[in-house]
């Protein structure tokens, strides 16, 4: 199993900005797809945004669309999820995950590989 290692997530005010990082160990580890599911409790986990391994595809839900941006630098193997103009609706656990081959998918299940998870929260 390959972890992935989350940073960044914390506390902040509507309308302000945080930068989720996320890290692959393993040189060989070089995932088709990389995204940030983000889970509330007593839902599922939703996938807010993904990248595929160019850089050149990429997935945002609806209500992220415009506010997020979701980078990705294969040389260290790191996705990032820049999140701006955040709202109290954000708040959740944002969890990176990855899969090593196809297409981007908006389906939990279809990701072999998660992080731990970090808390974004985001005070009215």
């Known amino acids: 199993q390959v972890p992935l290692v989350e940073s960044g997530g914390g506390l902040v005010h509507t309308g302000g900005s945080l930068r989720l990082s996320c890290t692959a160990s393993?040189?060989?580890?070089?995932?088709?797809?990389m995204g940030w599911f983000r889970q509330v409790p007593g839902k599922e986990r939703e996938l807010a945004a993904a990248?595929?391994?160019?850089?050149?595809?990429?997935y945002y839900a609806d209500s992220v669309k415009g506010r997020f941006t979701i980078s990705r630098d294969n040389a260290k193997n790191t996705v990032y999820l820049q999140m701006n103009s955040l709202k109290p609706e954000d708040t959740a656990v944002y969890y990176c995950a990855a899969k090593l081959l196809g297409a981007i998918h908006t389906t939990a299940s279809e990701y072999a590989y998660w992080g731990q998870g970090t808390q974004v929260t985001v005070s009215s």
């Open positions: 990248i595929g391994w160019s850089g050149s595809s990429t």
């Open positions: 393993g040189r060989t580890f070089m995932p088709s797809t």
